[in-house]
T-cell receptor, first 111, second 110 residues
Framework: GESVGLHLPTLSVQEGDNSIINCAYS??????FIWYKQESGKGPQFIID?????DKRQGQRVTVLLNKTVKHLSLQIAATQPGDSAVYFC??????????FGTGTRLTVIP | NAGVTQTPKFQVLKTGQSMTLQCAQD?????MYWYRQDPGMGLRLIYY???????DKGEVPNGYNVSRLNKREFSLRLESAAPSQTSVYFC?????????FGEGSRLTVL
């Protein structure tokens, strides 16, 4: 079956520092990966995605890196702000209509 | 433009009771999904509907039924609620992989 996991369940960073959230996946057939942000009491919100034919993609203050050799995905947040405090999920798609989600990492930004 | 709207936001049931969670989207997407979220387990897919008139099982369909009433609406029904179904339920819609989620429905089964 699928296995999408996160190396660290919690991460605390100082405001202004960069954050790196890691994710491991096990299905080499997965062709699409997404990072979601979930704030307390809300539904997950799309942050950034990457297809398996890419190894890096940048958005506004966020970068996703994909290493297919070791089946590893990371989310980098530049100049972390208090509003970035949330739970972050990676998800992989191995079929047309299903995303498999990791268990999440809680990011806490210390002012 | 509300996106994805779920009702109710909170519900407490007794074991054996039935209820339906409602979901509506105004994003004109074909695909709709129901997930449950439990502590330490991420989101798990219950059922999905790739288009109006079709539904398919996800990872954890047992104890649930769904109805894709029309393109906008996708409901999730618990016929006989069990304590193991205590969870937060999320409806989502999307295309090309990106999903848009509702705010969630917190269900407690006593």
């Amino acid at each position: 079956g699928e296995s999408v996991g996160l190396h660290l369940p919690t991460l605390s960073v100082q405001e202004g520092d960069n954050s790196i959230i890691n994710c491991a996946y096990s299905n080499s057939a997965s062709d699409y990966f997404i990072w979601y942000k979930q704030e307390s009491g809300k539904g997950p919100q799309f942050i950034i995605d990457i297809r398996s034919n890419m190894d890096k993609r940048q958005g506004q203050r966020v970068t996703v890196l994909l290493n297919k050799t070791v089946k590893h995905l990371s989310l980098q947040i530049a100049a972390t702000q208090p509003g970035d405090s949330a739970v972050y999920f990676c998800a992989e798609r191995a079929g047309a209509n299903n995303l498999f989600f990791g268990t999440g990492t809680r990011l806490t930004v210390i002012p | 433009n509300a996106g994805v709207t779920q009702t109710p936001k909170f519900q407490v049931l007794k074991t054996g009771q039935s209820m339906t969670l409602q979901c509506a989207q105004d994003m004109n997407h074909n695909s709709m999904y129901w997930y449950r979220q439990d502590p330490g387990m991420g989101l798990r897919l219950i059922y999905y509907s790739a288009s109006e008139g079709t539904t398919d099982k996800g990872e954890v369909p047992n104890g649930y039924n769904v109805s894709r009433l029309n393109k906008r609406e996708f409901s999730l029904r618990l016929e006989s609620a069990a304590p193991s179904q205590t969870s937060v339920y999320f409806c989502a819609t999307g295309q090309n992989g990106e999903l848009f989620f509702g705010e969630g429905s917190r269900l407690t089964v006593l």
